[in-house]
């Protein structure tokens, strides 16, 4: 199956931004739907934001307006750039396809994300 595999994570100030990268060991076009998920500390991993071939992207409240979601199937790589930045984002941020199982071997490292002055 395929494996993913994010980078792009690290620290910035609030307000700041970052773009997570999220590349795919195999094609990811016929996936129909993509996600980035996130785990804060002590709180489970949670779905943020989907797209799929033929939409722009939803995102869960939070992040709307603020995040953007976006696949290069040629490329077999997701991306996430996040824009305004909160403390509350702070997180490890993960890939995978929707829905996927939580013991799925897909599962990547995550980058982690952390926002703090």
């Known amino acids: 199956q395929v494996q993913f595999a994010e980078s792009g994570g690290g620290l910035v100030q609030p307000g700041g931004s970052l773009r997570l990268s999220c590349a795919a060991s195999?094609?990811?076009?016929?996936?129909?739907?993509m996600a980035w998920y996130r785990q804060a500390p002590g709180k489970q991993r949670v779905l943020v934001a989907v797209i799929t071939n033929y939409d722009s992207g939803n995102y869960i409240d939070s992040v709307k307006g603020r995040f953007t979601i976006a696949r290069d199937n040629a490329k077999n790589t997701l991306y996430l750039q996040m824009n305004s930045l909160k403390p509350e984002d702070t997180a490890v941020y993960y890939c995978?396809?929707?829905?996927?199982?939580?013991?799925?071997?897909?599962w990547g490292p995550g980058t982690q994300v952390t926002v703090s002055s």
């Open positions: 195999g094609s990811i076009r016929s996936i129909d739907k």
């Open positions: 995978n396809k929707a829905p996927a199982r939580p013991d799925s071997d897909s």
